[in-house]
Each structure stands twice: as structure tokens, then as C-alpha cells.
Nanobody
Framework: QVQLVESGGGLVEAGGSLTLSCVAS????????MEWYRQAPGKQRELVAT???????HYADSVKGRFTISRDQSKSTMYLQMNSLKPEDTAVYYC?????????????????WGQGTQVTVST
């Protein structure tokens, strides 16, 4: 069983910064891609940023140049540094990861999600 736990959300003024963390725990062989998503009230969940196992990254156009995704493989942790925050960044932020679990007779990959952390940017 694996688990993802986000932290670091909160209330910040427009123009401010926050850093989100996502810690993976449990029994797994490795983690492939990790992602940050967000969902604002009344809107669909959207992909914010992705980081592959090799460290390559991808960002949504709306956050390019303001957000930075990173990961520490040794700590099974992913981060999202958010700068120049805008009110439209207000949302619940979720982390997701693709886990690989290897056992004697199986080799499986599956996605898991965290519970989310609220980010609120005031004007």
C-alpha cells in the first residue's frame, strides 16, 4: 500500500510565494512520473506540472515562469515552488504519482493521489 501526503498550502497575498510538498510512503519499487494538479471551485481538475523520473519537466502555460516542480528521489518527495501567485491560482492542489511495485511474480504500475492541500491567494 502506498500513500501520498501534501502539505504547504495556505493563505497568501497576490504576488506572494508558497512551496508545496508531497511525500510518498509505503512499499514500492520506484516512482515514475509525479504530477501536481489543481481544482478550483466549479472547475475541472487541471494538470499544473509534471516531473519524470529523469527529472524532465512540463508546465501548464498558465504557470510557466512562476512555478517550479522538483523532486528528491532519496526522500520520495516532490515539491512545487509557486512564485508571483495570482488570485486565479486559488484551488485545491493535489499530487499524483505512478508507482511501480515489484513482487516475486508480479511487476505492476499504478497511479495514486493525495488528499489535496488548499491554496488561497487574496487580492
Amino acid at each position: 500500500q502506498v500513500q501520498l501526503v501534501e502539505s504547504g498550502g495556505g493563505l497568501v497575498e497576490a504576488g506572494g510565494s508558497l512551496t508545496l510538498s508531497c511525500v510518498a510512503s509505503g512499499t514500492f519499487f520506484s516512482i515514475n512520473a509525479m504530477e501536481w494538479y489543481r481544482q478550483a471551485p466549479g472547475k475541472q481538475r487541471e494538470l499544473v506540472a509534471t516531473i519524470a523520473a529523469d527529472g524532465s519537466t512540463h508546465y501548464a502555460d498558465s504557470v510557466k515562469g512562476r512555478f517550479t516542480i522538483s523532486r528528491d528521489q532519496s526522500k520520495s518527495t516532490m515539491y512545487l515552488q509557486m512564485n508571483s501567485l495570482k488570485p486565479e491560482d486559488t484551488a485545491v492542489y493535489y499530487c499524483s504519482a505512478e508507482f511501480r511495485v515489484v513482487a516475486d511474480y508480479s511487476d505492476e504500475e499504478f497511479d495514486s493521489w493525495g488528499q489535496g492541500t488548499q491554496v488561497t491567494v487574496s487580492t
